[in-house]
């Protein structure tokens, strides 16, 4: 069965650095999305991705944060500076269309430190 | 905006019994619904979903669920758990015209054997 794949599992970087997380949606999905889950705390919305541009963001994707397709499998998440309070899990998923609404696929999540 | 409750935040059930999870959402306009589980090192996988129809709806692993507009309620129902439906459970709102799912907080659930 196909599946959303992310990389790294986990990543451990320090204030001010900047991370990309990867992942790799089912193939014949044409929506992505990045959620975040700081720990004890809700899944949260950051960002949809269709036809090549945000489609919808959250307050909590600013400035800082970039996404992007850089080929026709990989969709990546950028953190430009990374602050401590970006320390979360961050789960990227995809969804297929065909008229209406579809569920969204979940990666694994990568865990995301910030020393 | 949009917002799920789920009032549930940790379940602990014996094996065979009854299971009702809570959730409700604040939107006044048209949603698609959804149950989402993760087992213990697993990611979100999706449990059942509702986006119109008949109200009572089925999922994998004996799950069901029931769309109450009325009670903007969408709980979470299975008969007779398993130790192996120990995982933390998330309901999960769309609205109509927008992309995102809005998640609840979710619900740990350990059935013991």
């Known amino acids: 069965e196909p599946e959303v794949t992310q990389t790294p599992s986990h990543q451990v970087t320090q204030m001010g650095q900047e991370v990309i997380l990867r992942c790799v949606p089912i193939s014949n999905h044409l929506y992505f999305y990045w959620y975040r889950q700081i720990l004890g705390q809700k899944v949260e919305f950051l960002v949809s991705?269709?036809?090549?541009?945000?489609?919808?963001k959250s307050e909590i994707f600013d400035d800082q944060f970039s996404v992007e397709r850089p080929d026709g499998s990989n969709f990546t998440l950028k953190i430009r500076s990374t602050k401590l309070e970006d320390s979360a899990m961050y789960f990227c998923?995809?969804?297929?269309?065909?008229?209406?609404?579809?569920?969204?696929?979940f990666g694994p999540g990568t865990r995301l430190t910030v020393l | 905006a949009q917002s799920v409750s789920q009032h549930n935040h940790h379940v602990i059930l014996s094996e065979a019994a009854s299971l009702e999870l809570g959730c409700n959402y604040s939107y006044g306009g048209t949603v698609n619904l959804f149950w989402y589980v993760q087992y213990p090192g697993q990611h979100l996988q999706l449990l059942l979903k509702?986006?119109?129809?008949?109200?009572l709806v089925k999922g994998i692993k004996g799950f069901e669920a029931e769309f109450i507009k009325s009670k903007f309620s969408f709980n979470l129902r299975k008969p007779s758990v398993q130790w192996s439906d120990t995982a933390e459970y998330f309901c999960?709102?769309?609205?109509?015209?927008?992309?995102?799912?809005?998640f609840g907080t979710g619900t740990r659930l350990l059935v013991s054997p």
């Open positions: 509702y986006f119109s129809g008949d109200p």
């Open positions: 991705f269709y036809n090549n541009e945000i489609s919808e």
């Open positions: 998923a995809s969804r297929e269309t065909q008229g209406g609404y579809n569920e969204q696929f």
């Open positions: 999960a709102v769309n609205a109509a015209g927008f992309q995102k799912l809005v």
